[in-house]
């Protein structure tokens, strides 16, 4: 196997007493697409912080590109481009004037920069709007032009931060279809999200973090077959019926998950469960049956959902 593009262990950031992520190992091979699954604070950014080298490891040991960020720094950012989880755009520029001042940061001539100003244009659907102004711009195509700026410098390693929060499906949709292009190309990516179906579109392989740790790795599937049955069942009660209904539960599935809107039920067999539930008198106002998902693996690992 080659060695990782990104190898980490015993990875630690601490704020004064707070340690944000705390002694974790991975390792992201070129070319794959590798995601960072957790709620907000489970330590996701910081991580990124630190492969990006602007935020310094208080512990363990990290290289990327078989680089050390403590030492060579400089060398690592040269090769990645970093898309942050706010847009941090030029505003009173125009769309093309962003993309080319951040080809002049990496020192890259005129001549370099206006042929990769077209084809990132081209890629992230702005063409039409190379002279706008930043400012008017949607949403989606905010976040576009963040991402084709990472891109300037053709890195060989893309860090995306929470990629999509904020837009709405059909930009998100979009946005997806920009970063499979850009992996079929042969990038490497890094994402970090909280939303469970961007992390089974996008990821082939991911870590789940919780309060700084990693408590799973593997390909979506992977992780869904392992920790979640094949199917769920959602019951949602009228006001003042679920109570009496969740005593009558016990034994009719495999795993049951009492939240405060609805009850889960992780079942290997939904019609059979659905007999149950008949058999037994319990009279949900509503019932769905879905696949399991990476948000019901994670209310297994940590006891919360994904979004609190």
């Not at 505003?91 to 093309?96: A, F, G, I, Q």
Request: hydrophobic share 35%; with cysteine.
């Amino acid at each position: 196997m080659l060695k990782p593009l990104v190898e980490a262990r015993g990875l630690t950031k601490k704020f004064d007493d707070f340690t944000a992520v705390d002694e974790i190992d991975f390792n992201i091979q070129q070319g794959e697409a590798f995601g960072f699954l957790g709620p907000n604070g489970a330590g996701k950014t910081s991580t990124m912080r630190m492969i990006s080298t602007v935020s310094p490891i208080t512990a363990g040991h990290m290289t990327v590109f078989g680089l050390d960020p403590t030492t060579q720094g400089r060398g690592i950012r040269q090769r990645i481009g970093v898309v942050p989880q706010e847009d941090n755009l030029d505003l009173e520029l125009t769309v093309s004037e962003n993309l080319y001042i951040y080809g002049r940061y990496h020192d890259m001539s005129k001549a370099e920069i206006k042929p990769r100003i077209d084809e990132l244009l081209d890629f992230a659907q702005l063409t039409d709007r190379r002279d706008s102004q930043v400012e008017p711009l949607s949403g989606g195509m905010k976040r576009r032009l963040t991402i084709a700026r990472a891109l300037i410098n053709e890195p060989e390693l893309v860090i995306l931060d929470e990629p999509t929060t904020g837009l709405d499906p059909q930009a998100r949709h979009l946005l997806w279809d920009r970063l499979y292009r850009l992996k079929q190309d042969g990038a490497t990516l890094i994402i970090t999200t909280h939303y469970m179906d961007e992390a089974e579109q996008l990821c082939d392989r991911l870590v789940v973090m919780d309060e700084g740790k990693i408590v799973a790795e593997g390909s979506p599937r992977q992780l869904i077959e392992e920790y979640a049955p094949r199917e769920v069942v959602e019951l949602r009660f009228l006001d003042g019926s679920k109570d009496e209904a969740v005593l009558k539960l016990d034994g009719l599935a495999a795993r049951s998950e009492i939240l405060a809107d609805r009850v889960l039920l992780y079942t290997d067999s939904a019609d059979d469960t659905q007999k149950g539930l008949h058999s037994r008198g319990i009279n949900p106002e509503q019932v769905l049956v879905r696949r399991s998902t990476l948000e019901d693996v994670f209310l297994r690992l940590t006891g919360r959902r994904l979004i609190d």
